[in-house]
Nanobody, 119 residues
């Protein structure tokens, strides 16, 4: 069973930066899209960034220009560099893989990592 372990979250002031990391079990990213989602209690999980196996990236409008997604397929890892953070970025962040081309999620979610943006 594929497992994802997210890390790097924490408490940061508005305007600050964080870098999230995602470690996947085994060689599971090859050929898949890798995505970062976030969820606030009471809301649905939303996709904030995705990167294809060819390196094409897409971002939610709310994070464009502030977040950067990257992946290292050989190391089964993915990253989300977040800058100019806002209080509305507060959420639990999850990574997963998505089946191209439509981006279906088929794996279980990891524990996620909490990001709190507050002064």
């Amino acid at each position: 069973q594929v497992q994802f372990v997210e890390s790097g979250g924490g408490l940061v002031q508005p305007g600050g930066s964080l870098r999230l990391s995602c470690a996947a079990s085994g060689n599971v990213f090859r050929g898949y899209i890798v995505g970062w989602y976030r969820q606030v209690p009471g809301n649905e999980r939303e996709l904030v960034a995705r990167v294809s196996s060819s390196g094409t990236t897409r971002y939610a409008d709310s994070v464009k220009g502030r977040f950067t997604i990257s992946r290292d397929t050989a190391k089964n890892t993915a990253y989300l560099q977040m800058s100019s953070l806002k209080p509305e970025d507060t959420a639990v962040y999850y990574c997963t893989r998505l089946i191209p081309p439509l981006g279906a999620v088929v794996d279980s979610w990891g524990q996620g990592t909490q990001v709190t943006v507050s002064s």
